[in-house]
């Protein structure tokens, strides 16, 4: 696995942990939601990804989106 599929696939994971969480608890889960999406909107257009980088130093091979 390299760091582009282990972002998306955090990221993935972190909206349906959200949508569980909604219906088990509180509507307010639902901001988690909005979080990912906003940081999945600016690293589009900004190519800074504090996950990436984070996974960068754990010294996972870099894919084509994040080098």
């Known amino acids: 696995m390299n ?3 282990a972002v998306l696939s ?3 994971f972190m909206v349906l942990l959200s949508v ?3 219906l088990a608890f509180s509507e307010w889960w639902l901001l988690l939601t ?3 999406g906003l940081n999945l909107l600016q690293t589009g257009f900004t190519g800074f990804c ?3 980088m984070i996974l ?3 010294g996972m091979r ?3 989106a994040f080098n």
């Open 3 to 5: 760091i582009d599929r």
């Open 10 to 12: 955090f990221a993935g």
């Open 20 to 22: 569980v969480l909604t």
């Open 34 to 36: 909005g979080v990912v």
């Open 50 to 52: 504090p996950a990436a």
């Open 56 to 58: 960068k130093k754990l």
């Open 62 to 64: 870099p894919g084509c």
